[in-house]
């Protein structure tokens, strides 16, 4: 059995979830080789914070296990949650590539294993390797289509809003799920209302509502989604309302 520590075994090893796998598509053993050398293994507990807003970050992270949120502080000085982020992620490519401070703090909502690897070897990484520079270029332009949705899901109204939130998060890895059923943890009601935009009271009167209408069932820290289609059809339902 190989050492977790040897490069080898952490190529093996090394996520394949539908971020991480875009960057590292095509590549052969040897590339893949090359790129996991360059990485280390961190461990964060919960509360920690990874990336720090308004700072210089000076390394990219693959999330291996553990889950956590991107915060930034509005203009009104609150802190509000952005996104929350599962295994697979590769988080901090836009900072590192261009030099900028940080738009948000990344924080550990679990403990939390990460890849971590220095801006330097990642674009020394992209020199070296074509495929994996066109690769990382194809999720850059990802992350930007996914910027447009989003702008685009502020327009709806807010229990519409709060239903694609709640099946986008419940689509991402690392939930605990058995058959249809997915269990969406530690993702607390004042989470969803930065996320959606509104009170936590309101998040609260809402899930109930979505409670009552068959589609999740909440329990202590947890949001069980018993069936993604009748989410996504209950979504449609109130879409259709709206016109």
């Given amino acids: 059995m190989k050492n977790a520590a040897d490069p080898a075994a952490r190529t093996e090893a090394m996520p394949l979830t539908p971020t991480w796998a875009t960057a590292v598509q095509g590549l052969s053993p040897t590339q ?3 790129i996991a050398c360059r990485m280390r293994s961190m461990a964060f507990s919960r509360g920690a914070d ?8 000076p ?5 291996r296990k553990g889950r956590l949120k991107t915060v930034f502080v509005d203009a009104s000085g609150r ?3 952005r996104s929350v982020l599962g295994p697979g992620a590769l988080i901090g490519i836009a900072t590192n590539l261009t030099e900028l401070p940080a738009a948000f703090t990344l924080r550990a909502m679990s403990a939390v294993s990460a890849d971590a690897i220095a801006r330097t070897d990642f ?5 070296r390797i074509p495929a994996f ?6 999720l850059i332009a990802a992350m930007y289509h996914a910027r447009l949705v989003a702008d685009k899901v502020l327009d709806d109204s807010a229990p519409i809003r709060l239903g694609k939130v709640l099946a986008d998060l419940a689509t ?3 939930w605990s799920s058995n058959g249809q059923l997915v269990t969406i943890s530690g993702v607390t009601h004042q989470d969803l209302a930065a996320m959606v935009g509104v009170s936590r009271s309101w998040v609260t009167q809402m899930l ?3 409670e009552a209408g068959g589609v999740l069932a909440c329990g202590r820290s947890e949001i069980h989604i018993p069936d993604l289609g009748r989410l996504a059809r209950y979504v449609r339902r109130l879409e259709q309302g709206a016109d």
């Fill in 32 to 34: 893949l080789h090359d």
């Fill in 50 to 57: 990874l990336i720090t807003e308004s700072s210089r970050n």
């Fill in 59 to 63: 390394n990219l992270f693959v999330v």
């Fill in 79 to 81: 802190e509000r949650v």
């Fill in 123 to 127: 674009i020394d990484c992209m020199r």
């Fill in 133 to 138: 520079a066109v690769n990382v270029a194809v």
């Fill in 172 to 174: 991402r890895p690392g």
């Fill in 208 to 210: 109930a509502s979505f």
